[in-house]
């Protein structure tokens, strides 16, 4: 189930993808563990990768969809693979990769095909991109933007202001930057446009974080916007923004996929060939749990992952379910790599803390995913929106098949306006269930969710608490829940995989949901017939010792499986 380098084979994908995706696996394995640690320690800017990436055209085969070059395609399948790869080796070498596609949203959405060319020309050279939104003041909240256009009476503009939190500005050969006219008020002032890191106008400030990767804080002193540098005016340049973070920030999740295999075969390996009082480490109860449980939600992990994969990949104008996978990806599968890391830290205790592990590294790194796109409550309070629908009024739909085909994803950059949400429908959540109801933690698992849909039916928040933001995201969590199991059954459906193993993913959320609907018991504005609803709903997972020993098995045959040479 795992990412391997010295097993992988890329064979679901054709031979330009096969052939790079091994080319980057060869590349960090050739390097070597040492390279990789001490430039991680000395926060070393990666420019031997880039010089790599720029080399194969690992960017610009991936990142060019099919309208900029009819040779190159934008196939979220293998952008996905890539994200694990590089997650895998560090979290840096996929940030200077996800913030060039974060970049170029804005720019393949646009219609100003001098930018476009100028964009796949500067791909072509090896140069990377910069997604100009944040900044220090406001954060994402692009309502405030401080960037302020002045009209030069020439059709352009001059730009003034600051950006923060912009991986790759230092370097980015374009920039693409969120603004407001000075002299029009409200959604229809906004603007989109082209910068370049390298003009004289374009002040870098400093590194932000204290990494390997360059999040750079940049200022713009009248900078000159052409007419022919911009990207997007008014309300289509909001929706730009919202639409890029879609595509991109969607990447979050098979990132944190890839840190956890690597730690997860650094910790195993340790564990399995550690000796204490006299027994393997491994033969102790509770560090068996540990990495059992951290085995199974990371498996889990990669089928919710892959599964969000095929909805991208068939959307429409008359399909939007993706707007709901989406932020679970970037909410709930890295907040699970959070629990995967701990689970194993437990277990590793202080070696988790020595330089010379990657575990080090994926310990600090895996916290910054689920924190990158807003905060795990903006991805909560999005995915209400979808709740009623979701559970109540299902719609018909086509099945979606795996899509691994060698297919431009052209309608990810014609998304439209980014509105509506409430009212997109979703296929029936039972169906996923229904179809795996007889394993027993599955079950269990639906009479929590069946549960769930109760509660909003006959004690719905009332209006007080739906302005208790505290309290909503709770039941937000609850509701994840049932998401994240839908497509988790659903992969398994598709990928045969051992019943055993999904039942262990389910005893998972099974605790999971309890411990939910504990928090809920004690929200302060919880009624008493909600807090009743939440005791009556804990449940025990049900437990069998073969299905357990059976999935310790599998995490067992990782000890050894994979180290990276030195």
Same mark, same amino acid.
């Given at each position: 189930?795992?990412?391997?380098?010295?097993? +992988?084979?890329?064979?679901?994908?054709?031979?330009?993808?096969?052939?790079?995706?091994? @080319? *980057?696996?060869?590349?960090?394995?050739?390097?070597?563990?040492?390279?990789? &640690?001490?430039?991680?320690?000395?926060?070393?800017?990666?420019?031997?990768?880039?010089?790599?990436? $720029?080399?194969?055209?690992?960017?610009?085969?991936?990142?060019?969809?099919?309208?900029?070059?009819?040779?190159?395609?934008?196939?979220?399948?293998?952008?996905?693979?890539?994200?694990?790869?590089?997650?895998?080796?560090?979290?840096?070498?996929?940030?200077?990769?996800?913030? *060039?596609?974060?970049?170029?949203?804005?720019?393949?959405?646009?219609?100003?095909?001098?930018?476009?060319?100028?964009?796949?020309?500067?791909?072509?050279?090896?140069?990377?991109?910069?997604?100009?939104?944040?900044?220090?003041?406001?954060?994402?909240? &692009?309502?405030?933007?401080?960037?302020?256009?002045?009209?030069?009476?020439?059709?352009?503009?001059?730009?003034?202001?600051?950006?923060?939190?912009?991986?790759?500005?230092?370097?980015?050969?374009?920039?693409?930057?969120?603004?407001?006219?000075?002299?029009?008020?409200?959604?229809?002032?906004?603007?989109?446009?082209?910068?370049?890191?390298?003009?004289?106008? +374009?002040?870098?400030?400093?590194?932000?974080?204290?990494?390997?990767?360059?999040?750079?804080?940049?200022?713009?002193?009248?900078?000159?916007?052409?007419?022919?540098?911009?990207?997007?005016?008014?309300? $289509?340049?909001?929706?730009?923004?919202?639409?890029?973070?879609?595509?991109?920030?969607?990447?979050?999740? !098979?990132?944190?996929?890839?840190?956890?295999?690597?730690?997860?075969?650094?910790? #195993? !390996?340790?564990?399995?060939?550690?000796?204490?009082?006299?027994?393997?480490? *491994?033969?102790?109860?509770?560090?068996?749990?540990?990495?059992?449980?951290?085995?199974?939600?990371?498996?889990?992990?990669?089928?919710?992952?892959?599964?969000?994969?095929?909805?991208?990949?068939?959307?429409?104008?008359?399909?939007?379910?993706?707007?709901?996978?989406?932020?679970? !990806?970037?909410?709930?599968?890295?907040?699970?790599?959070?629990?995967?890391?701990?689970?194993?830290?437990?277990?590793?205790?202080?070696?988790?803390?020595?330089?010379?592990?990657?575990? /080090?590294?994926?310990?600090?790194?895996?916290?910054?995913?689920?924190?990158?796109?807003?905060? #795990?409550?903006?991805?909560?309070?999005?995915?209400?929106?979808?709740? $009623?629908?979701?559970?109540?009024?299902?719609?018909?739909?086509?099945?979606?098949?795996?899509?691994?085909?060698?297919?431009?994803?052209?309608?990810?950059?014609?998304?439209?306006?980014?509105?509506?949400?409430?009212?997109?429908?979703?296929? %029936?959540?039972?169906?996923? +269930?229904?179809?795996?109801?007889?394993?027993?933690?599955?079950?269990?698992?639906?009479?929590?969710? %069946?549960?769930?849909?109760?509660?909003?039916?006959?004690?719905?928040? !009332?209006?007080?608490?739906? @302005?208790?933001?505290?309290?909503?995201?709770? &039941?937000?969590?609850?509701?994840?829940?049932?998401? +994240?199991?839908?497509?988790?059954?659903?992969?398994?459906?598709?990928?045969?995989?051992?019943?055993?193993?999904?039942?262990? &993913?389910? /005893?998972?959320? #099974?605790?999971?949901?309890?411990?939910?609907?504990?928090?809920?018991?004690?929200?302060?504005? *919880?009624?008493?017939?909600? $807090?009743?609803?939440?005791?009556?709903?804990?449940?025990?997972?049900?437990?069998?010792?073969?299905?357990?020993?059976?999935?310790?098995?599998?995490?067992?045959?990782?000890?050894?499986?994979?180290?990276?040479?030195?």
């Amino acid at each position: 189930m795992l990412f391997n380098p010295r097993t +992988y084979d890329p064979a679901q994908f054709d031979e330009p993808t096969r052939r790079l995706l091994r @080319a *980057t696996v060869d590349w960090f394995e050739s390097r070597g563990k040492k390279a990789l &640690i001490d430039t991680y320690i000395d926060r070393a800017w990666y420019a031997d990768f880039l010089e790599f990436a $720029a080399k194969e055209g690992l960017f610009a085969e991936f990142l060019t969809p099919s309208a900029a070059d009819p040779e190159k395609r934008w196939d979220t399948s293998r952008i996905a693979e890539l994200n694990e790869i590089l997650g895998f080796y560090g979290l840096g070498y996929w940030y200077t990769w996800q913030v *060039t596609i974060l970049g170029l949203g804005p720019v393949w959405q646009s219609e100003n095909e001098a930018v476009r060319a100028r964009a796949a020309k500067l791909l072509a050279e090896g140069h990377v991109m910069a997604f100009g939104l944040s900044e220090r003041s406001h954060g994402a909240d &692009i309502y405030s933007t401080d960037m302020v256009l002045t009209p030069n009476g020439e059709g352009g503009f001059t730009a003034t202001g600051s950006k923060y939190y912009i991986g790759n500005g230092n370097v980015a050969g374009l920039v693409s930057v969120f603004g407001r006219r000075s002299d029009v008020e409200g959604p229809e002032g906004y603007v989109f446009f082209a910068a370049d890191s390298r003009h004289e106008a +374009y002040h870098l400030v400093k590194n932000v974080v204290n990494a390997q990767m360059y999040v750079s804080e940049f200022r713009l002193e009248e900078y000159p916007v052409r007419a022919e540098d911009v990207l997007h005016t008014g309300k $289509a340049a909001f929706d730009a923004a919202l639409n890029t973070v879609n595509v991109g920030k969607f990447n979050l999740c !098979t990132a944190s996929v890839g840190i956890c295999e690597h730690a997860m075969y650094e910790a #195993v !390996t340790h564990a399995h060939n550690r000796v204490l009082y006299g027994k393997r480490v *491994t033969d102790f109860p509770h560090v068996r749990r540990e990495l059992t449980d951290a085995y199974a939600r990371l498996v889990a992990m990669k089928l919710f992952a892959a599964r969000s994969v095929d909805y991208f990949r068939t959307a429409s104008p008359e399909d939007r379910r993706y707007l709901l996978f989406n932020p679970m !990806t970037k909410m709930k599968v890295t907040t699970e790599g959070e629990k995967v890391i701990d689970l194993m830290w437990d277990v590793i205790a202080a070696k988790g803390f020595e330089a010379d592990t990657y575990f /080090d590294k994926a310990a600090k790194d895996i916290r910054g995913l689920p924190k990158l796109e807003g905060t #795990v409550h903006v991805n909560l309070a999005l995915i209400l929106k979808f709740m $009623a629908n979701y559970l109540f009024a299902p719609a018909e739909y086509a099945p979606v098949p795996t899509r691994q085909d060698a297919a431009d994803d052209e309608f990810l950059f014609r998304q439209g306006p980014a509105r509506g949400l409430g009212a997109i429908r979703f296929h %029936d959540w039972r169906a996923a +269930y229904d179809a795996h109801g007889h394993l027993p933690n599955v079950a269990r698992f639906r009479e929590q969710a %069946d549960g769930f849909c109760a509660l909003l039916l006959e004690h719905a928040p !009332t209006a007080e608490q739906q @302005a208790d933001l505290d309290f909503l995201l709770e &039941i937000g969590q609850l509701f994840a829940l049932i998401v +994240y199991g839908q497509l988790v059954l659903e992969q398994a459906e598709l990928t045969g995989l051992d019943a055993d193993l999904l039942d262990q &993913i389910f /005893d998972a959320l #099974v605790r999971d949901f309890s411990a939910h609907a504990t928090e809920l018991h004690g929200k302060a504005s *919880t009624t008493e017939a909600q $807090a009743a609803w939440a005791l009556a709903h804990v449940r025990r997972p049900v437990a069998d010792g073969e299905r357990t020993a059976k999935v310790w098995g599998m995490v067992e045959a990782l000890s050894g499986a994979y180290e990276m040479a030195e």
